[in-house]
């Protein structure tokens, strides 16, 4: 341990060893001090030195990425490009002009891309060079990052995932390989993989950034955003994605913020482990010292997740239209038979996620932030997940991240910054925040996490979501043995199906705790009320925690 914080696996390749940040960079390269070429073919090298053992990139564009750090250096405006050389990796479900878009499939298409994504095109246009594709768990659909592909590792411990769908791209970053990257989030894709990483990931909220993340954004849940070292160039990065250049400043709010602080999870039957409740309290410490106002208050989370769950469902089974099926990883296959049935059932209700937001609206109106856990457990072990039985990789995912897709939901702004480090895996805890109008934040990193929920950070509502991921140890499929538990034939799905969406039929919500064991952890009281045990924190990561504060207090 260094400062009270364990290296990184791969020490040539940490946070740390990252020549600069994005915003220096472009600095460098604005100023003439740095030459594009030469910051590409830097990043090239980390990509060449220390990517055989991560495995985030499913393209390396080495040729292409030169041309274009050269088209960059000779373009008239290069003194006013906000990403001026700064070299990035794009997640593997967006078009890249020329490139494959495999989305973590042997099945899609296998034909180069005709034209950028605008998200694409808008980091291109702002000076940013793509140095690779990142590697995404098939059709993005759950929270490991593993596929037909391969398996992509944690660069704080390789034995364990950097989360998912957005892995790759969060793996890119903490390995120093990139200063930042793309991602994409429809059920907490880009919080979770930062939180698993120990990076900055922010969910700007719906319709800030154009999206078109699959065939139908997975009924309005996905957004594009941001993963990055440092929350200064995570919002720079978000500003150029946003087309809006004032998002890039992040300043300290002009008053004390209301914050409101919940460890409870959206889901009955799932608890947080103790070191990520610490991560919350670290934040909470943090937080009261810079004079802000912190109350205990859980938010009225939906009492049935089904139909949250319905949409990630019936999202897979659109997204694989057209797809041959049986060449489809075992899990996602049933994942997508349940979705064709819940979309033959009709059980997407708009009603239902306008009561959430309308709910949530009234909470939000005596607060300007929530902080809660990104994470409940550690990241999950770097397997092919794909491969097992579908009930063990649902409830590992649910288990591991119960926090993030009520916020996709809910349409809110979320982000997860680092507040420290676990004692056992390594990377650094996350905590998460959202707020209803702007940008939100989730941090969480590894293991321990918290999430800050609050109302308006660009101009819209928006808390993030993703693909969920990683059970504790001893409590899922990490350690289970999932053989026969769901066959091959998608027809199996069946059963599943009437355990998880017959309650929308009932008034309640269903209790998970079967499905998805848990401990009771008895409470400590933390002067806000009564939160999951969690021993005293240190101050580790509190630069991270204070940037957070300015960036989710912006107003739109």
């Given at each position: ?52 053992r ?55 298409a ?14 291109r ?44 791209s ?120 810079a ?48 979705g ?11 009603s ?32 092919r ?36 480090a ?30 800050v ?29 999932d ?22 039929q009932?008034?309640?919500?269903p ?39 300015p ?6």
């Amino acid at each position: 341990m260094v400062g009270g914080i364990i290296r990184p696996t791969l020490e040539c390749m940490s946070p740390a060893s990252t020549r600069a940040s994005a915003t220096d960079i472009a600095n460098g390269v604005r100023s003439g001090w740095l030459s594009p070429l030469g910051v590409v073919t830097d990043a090239l090298g980390r990509i060449a030195q220390g990517d055989a053992r991560v495995g985030a990139f499913q393209v390396v564009r080495v040729d292409r990425a030169l041309a274009d750090a050269e088209e960059v250096a000779g373009r008239s405006d290069l003194s006013q490009l906000p990403l001026a050389g700064v070299p990035i990796a794009v997640k593997d479900n967006v078009a890249v002009a020329g490139e494959l878009m495999r989305d973590g499939s042997l099945v899609t298409a296998d034909e180069p891309q005709a034209a950028d994504h605008p998200v694409v095109a808008r980091l291109r246009a702002a000076g940013a060079v793509i140095v690779g594709i990142t590697r995404v768990p098939e059709l993005c659909v759950f929270g490991a990052t593993d596929s037909a592909f391969g398996i992509t590792r944690n660069p704080w411990d390789l034995a364990r995932t950097p989360g998912g769908s957005s892995g790759g791209s969060a793996a890119a970053v903490a390995a120093g390989m990139v200063p930042v990257a793309h991602g994409n989030d429809g059920m907490g894709s880009i919080r979770i993989p930062a939180a698993c990483c120990g990076v900055v990931g922010i969910k700007p909220g719906a319709g800030l950034v154009p999206a078109q993340v699959g065939n139908n954004d997975w009924y309005g849940l996905a957004e594009n955003g941001s993963l990055a070292t440092t929350v200064a160039d995570a919002a720079l990065l978000l500003s150029v994605m946003a087309g809006e250049p004032r998002l890039a400043k992040v300043d300290e709010p002009s008053h004390a913020l209301r914050i409101g602080v919940s460890t409870k999870p959206p889901i009955n039957g799932v608890r947080p482990d103790r070191e990520h409740v610490r991560a919350v309290v670290r934040a909470v410490r943090l937080l009261q010292t810079a004079g802000h106002h912190l109350t205990r208050v859980d938010p009225p989370y939906p009492r049935n997740p089904v139909p949250v769950l319905a949409r990630w469902f019936a999202g897979a089974s659109i997204d694989a239209e057209g797809l041959d099926r049986a060449g489809l990883d075992r899990a996602v296959r049933v994942h997508a038979a349940i979705g064709d049935r819940v979309r033959s059932r009709d059980l997407i209700k708009p009603s239902d996620r306008e009561d959430f937001r309308s709910r949530m609206a009234t909470y939000f109106e005596r607060l300007d932030l929530l902080i809660t856990p990104t994470l409940a457990a550690p990241p999950l072990r770097a397997a092919r997940w794909g491969q097992r039985a579908w009930p063990w990789v649902f409830a590992a995912n649910t288990r591991f991240a119960p926090y993030c897709a009520a916020w996709n939901y809910a349409g809110y702004p979320a982000m997860s910054v680092p507040t420290g480090a676990h004692p056992h895996t390594g990377p650094r805890w996350p905590c998460s925040s959202s707020r209803p109008t702007a940008a939100s934040s989730s941090c969480l990193a590894s293991r321990p996490c918290s999430n800050v929920l609050h109302p308006g950070l660009a101009s819209h509502q928006a808390f993030g979501g993703g693909p969920l991921s990683t059970p504790v140890a001893g409590h899922g499929a990490d350690e289970a043995d999932d053989g026969g538990f769901v066959g091959e034939d998608p027809n199996d799905s069946g059963a599943a199906l009437d355990l998880l969406v017959e309650p929308l039929q009932r008034v309640g919500g269903p209790d998970l705790a079967p499905v998805l064991p848990g401990e009771d952890r008895e409470g400590e009281d933390l002067g806000l009320g009564r939160v999951h045990q969690g021993p005293d924190l240190g101050v580790s990561g509190g630069e991270l925690v204070t940037d957070l504060v300015p960036l989710l207090a912006h107003r739109g």
